[in-house]
């Protein structure tokens, strides 16, 4: 069954369990950080800039995987994904989109941030930018802006004098993080890469290297290669494996480490977890390709400002969990837990399908010393400051794929054993069949003559 699986052939169920997803119910959580001090804060009355987690905006995530094309020359199979969001009403507080919230401005502070190394007189341009959109360091909007419609009256100013120094209008959170529309993603397949490289991926949009990272210009390698998207990952796992993930939201790959054996259901699935030090510096600074664009990171922190238009933003775990930053000394609000806070896939060890996984990431804007701005933008000198942070769970898989999964571990079980069943059968079916014939010719031997 395994070996038949490796070749993904379009009539079998597992194929069509890994097109359609429509039955696997992947929940996306939004936390958004909302500042409760703001004027206090700005006015130097308070030190510290008070965050306050919201509870959460609860999405569905629909997964989609098409234009399918299998190229036998070389065992690869390429297809095009597509991801959109689903709210979910009965999940989430009414009204809850509604609500207005107070958050920094992100467009404005990560400008600043990527400006700081350039030149006295354009820092002055942004000033009079600043200045002439009327537009201030704090945002008050709706939930729903903050997550779709976030259009700064400074972006607006900016277009409206230099259109190219703006990439996008729109930088609503999820607006921004689903803005493209198709994942164009090629892995490996079939019985020439075996179990260990199954599903494996080469590129990603026609690449081997995340997004906005080109070798061509000498940027540093950082590779998506031997990763998975989390829909399935290689067979026959162990407590060896380690298993890579990718999601573009991350804007890297990271490994997942055996963490033990977990029951789910009626299986038993193999936990594999991100480490505490898996956003660390990396001793050899030039193999670290997410150190920071804008200023060296902390430990625990990883630049994706590549996906998202260079603005200053670096991933941590939520609330800062298992790091402690220096730069986070200017806030409040951050409760690290474990349980909450960490990410992991349970996975069946055979199939390499995920039976409950939480991929979890929180974002926030990284702020160096800043100069020459105005008063206001430089009281964020040398700040991190948590955004959002966001969860996409797999609770569980449906009922028929767990029954299957079940029959096949049943099948397993008993196959050492039926050589012999079908041998005793055997032997069976021939003490029958001499014990019918012996009675037969004892009947015809005792059977009186016709005269």
Do not use: C
């Given at each position: 069954i395994l070996n038949d699986r490796l070749t993904m052939r379009e009539i079998m169920p597992y194929f069509r369990w890994w097109k359609d997803t429509s039955d696997v119910l992947v929940t996306c959580r939004i936390f958004i950080f909302n500042v409760t001090n703001s004027k206090e804060w700005l006015d130097g009355e308070d030190d510290q800039l008070h965050l306050e987690e919201l509870v959460p905006i609860v999405y569905r995530e629909i997964l989609v995987h098409d234009n399918v094309t299998f190229h036998e020359h070389n065992s690869t199979m390429s297809y095009i994904t597509r991801r959109h969001l689903v709210f979910l009403p009965e999940r989430n507080e009414p009204g809850i989109l509604n609500k207005t919230i107070i958050v920094p401005n992100t467009s404005l502070l990560g400008v600043a941030a990527r400006m700081e190394n350039d030149f006295f007189f354009v820092k002055k341009g942004l000033n009079i930018v600043y200045s002439l959109s009327g537009d201030s360091v704090f945002s008050e909007m709706t939930i729903y802006d903050y997550l779709w419609n976030t259009k700064p009256r400074f972006l607006q100013q900016a277009r409206s004098i230099v259109p190219s120094m703006v990439p996008a209008e729109n930088v609503g959170i999820l607006s921004t993080m689903y803005e493209d529309p198709e994942e164009h993603v090629n892995v490996r397949y079939g019985r020439r890469y075996g179990n260990e490289q199954f599903f494996m991926m080469n590129t990603y949009e026609h690449e081997p290297t995340v997004p906005g990272f080109s070798l061509a210009r000498g940027d540093c390698f950082a590779s998506i290669v031997n990763s998975s998207e989390g829909a399935t990952y290689p067979q026959n796992l162990n407590e060896q494996s380690v298993l890579i993930y990718w999601r573009k939201t991350l804007c890297r790959a990271v490994p997942l480490y055996f963490d033990g054996r977990v029951q789910r259901g009626p299986l038993i699935g193999y936990k594999y977890s991100l480490p505490d030090n898996s956003y660390d510096r990396l001793p050899n600074s030039t193999a670290d390709c997410f150190k920071g664009r804008y200023g060296p990171l902390e430990d625990g922190s990883t630049d994706i400002s590549k996906c998202y238009h260079d603005v200053s933003l670096v991933a941590t775990s939520p609330h800062f969990y298992a790091r402690n930053f220096t730069t986070a000394?200017?806030?409040?609000?951050?409760?690290?837990?474990?349980?909450?806070?960490?990410?992991?896939?349970?996975?069946?060890?055979?199939?390499?399908?995920?039976?409950?996984?939480?991929?979890?990431?929180?974002?926030?804007?990284?702020?160096?010393?800043?100069?020459?701005?105005?008063?206001?933008?430089?009281?964020?000198?040398?700040?991190?400051?948590?955004?959002?942070?966001?969860?996409?769970?797999?609770?569980?898989?449906?009922?028929?794929?767990?029954?299957?999964?079940?029959?096949?571990?049943?099948?397993?079980?008993?196959?050492?054993?039926?050589?012999?069943g079908l041998y005793l059968a055997c032997v069976l079916l021939l003490v029958v069949a001499f014990r019918e014939a012996a009675r037969f010719n004892m009947q015809t031997r005792i059977a009186p003559s016709k005269c």
């Open positions: 000394h200017k806030i409040t609000g951050m409760k690290p837990n474990r349980e909450l806070h960490h990410s992991y896939t349970i996975v069946d060890p055979s199939f390499g399908i995920p039976l409950d996984q939480s991929a979890r990431t929180q974002t926030n804007l990284a702020i160096p010393k800043l100069t020459d701005y105005a008063p206001e933008i430089r009281r964020f000198s040398e700040m991190i400051i948590p955004m959002f942070w966001i969860e996409y769970h797999q609770k569980e898989l449906p009922e028929y794929i767990v029954r299957t999964l079940q029959a096949f571990y049943v099948i397993r079980d008993i196959e050492p054993y039926l050589p012999y």
